[in-house]
């Protein structure tokens, strides 16, 4: 009797051979760590006291109050877009608000780690490309401020979330003013002056009911070369972000095709750190959405290597349970590639959450360096992937104008 398929044991499989045959631990050893003495200008604080307590884990966080401080002229806010929600059309909206809140001194050697990831991805000592290495690594660089109370204004009214966590982020449902199915409203964090920051957010209102779309992002929209660990750099700190051909036509087709209140889900393994570079990707390429991205503290080069490649199917199969949270009414079509597992994890939650997903798309990533070992694109990794899905709720593409008559068919036989 052989055992049973498991889509995130299998998927974690394929990473580590992809890691191991493109050789990313022995790359990531090479990185500049800016944690290490060597790259710091200031002292970081022990990781545990000697004497370790919870009041002397509080006091060690820096505020001297477990139920946190507010956010300070010298600190870094983000906050980030979101979609609203209501589980019925007599019921309150909701939305999730998500806020970053960081140190604004980087506190180690800058140019130090910019001439690092430059010599690890074979740039000369001139390279224009620096500038752009610099800007773009800065929000790795910074220390995230924990325990920190950020508010928000929305329409008159004050929303007050929870401290940030451990990881410098405050998660948090809050309900907020109405509005109707459709609507972009503002919502701007409320800080004292200087603090900088993303301080305005877009709250997209999207109503019970209709359609919506959940995409990946590294190598189904973007050109990130997931599976390569200087082709993730370059792309990531060196490159102008270069959308993959074909697909903001097929997505503009998409918006064209349903109506003004569909949500829009963004779907990445990238940490938030990168939140404003893909942000800005996003605006120039594709329809408007909530960017959902992985909300751990990386405060390393290698550690944006390792989240893009390690855990990504339990990442992302637990993010899209908790869209189905806010609709689970909606009828999803979600697209991804087979670079990192989203074969998997769409399979998983298509057969977890009866009725839910009505399409599936999958980009099949036929560069040998983005898709990383060849296991990827072989039929059989998709049959068990999709194991108990419809064959027509399934489908394979390497040109996204295949996928324009599928949507529509879909749309049109589903409703």
């Not at 960081?102 to 390279?127: M, N, Q, W, Y």
């Not at 390690?310 to 999803?332: I, L, Q, S």
């Not at 990192?340 to 959450?353: C, K, L, N």
Request: proline share 8%; glycine share 6%.
């Amino acid at each position: 009797m052989t055992d049973k398929f498991n889509p995130a044991t299998f998927a974690g499989d394929m990473q580590r051979r992809t890691r191991q045959q493109k050789k990313f631990d022995e790359f990531e050893a090479g990185l500049p760590d800016p944690k290490s003495a060597t790259f710091r200008t200031k002292k970081m604080p022990p990781m545990v006291p000697p004497n370790f307590s919870l009041g002397g884990l509080v006091k060690m966080i820096g505020d001297m109050n477990p139920l946190g401080k507010h956010v300070t002229r010298d600190d870094t806010v983000w906050l980030l877009d979101n979609t609203a929600f209501r589980s019925s059309r007599i019921r309150s909206w909701e939305a999730e608000f998500v806020a970053a809140v960081f140190e604004r001194d980087p506190g180690c050697k800058v140019a130090d780690i910019v001439s690092g990831i430059a010599h690890s991805v074979g740039l000369a000592d001139d390279a224009k490309e620096r500038e752009t290495i610099e800007e773009r690594i800065l929000p790795f660089l910074w220390d995230i401020r924990m325990v920190r109370i950020v508010k928000v204004a929305m329409r008159g009214k004050e929303l007050k979330m929870t401290p940030t966590n451990v990881n410098g982020i405050s998660t948090q449902v809050l309900k907020i003013p109405k509005a109707e199915p459709g609507s972009l409203v503002k919502a701007s964090a409320k800080v004292p002056r200087g603090a900088n920051g993303i301080l305005e957010a877009q709250t997209f209102y999207a109503g019970p009911e209709g359609w919506g779309i959940i995409s990946d992002v590294d190598d189904t929209i973007k050109i990130t070369m997931t599976s390569d660990p200087v082709g993730i750099l370059e792309e990531t700190f060196c490159n102008e972000p270069r959308p993959v051909p074909g697909m903001p036509e097929l997505y503009r087709d998409v918006q064209s095709l349903l109506p003004e209140d569909t949500p829009w889900f963004y779907l990445s393994a990238s940490p938030y750190n990168l939140y404003p570079f893909i942000r800005d990707f996003r605006d120039r390429y594709y329809p408007p959405g909530t960017l959902i991205l992985r909300d751990f503290s990386w405060k390393t080069v290698a550690g944006l290597l390792s989240a893009l490649t390690m855990g990504t199917e339990e990442y992302k199969a637990d993010r899209m349970k908790k869209v189905n949270g806010w609709f689970p009414n909606r009828k999803m079509i979600v697209i991804g590639d087979s670079t990192q597992s989203d074969p998997e994890a769409y399979g998983e939650i298509y057969r977890t959450v009866p009725g839910w997903i009505k399409l599936i798309l999958i980009r099949k990533v036929e560069d040998v360096a983005a898709v990383g070992i060849e296991d990827k694109n072989l039929p059989d990794r998709f049959e068990k992937a999709f194991e108990g899905v419809p064959r027509q709720a399934w489908h394979v593409f390497s040109d996204p104008a295949e996928c324009a008559q599928i949507i529509r068919d879909t749309i049109f036989r589903d409703g």
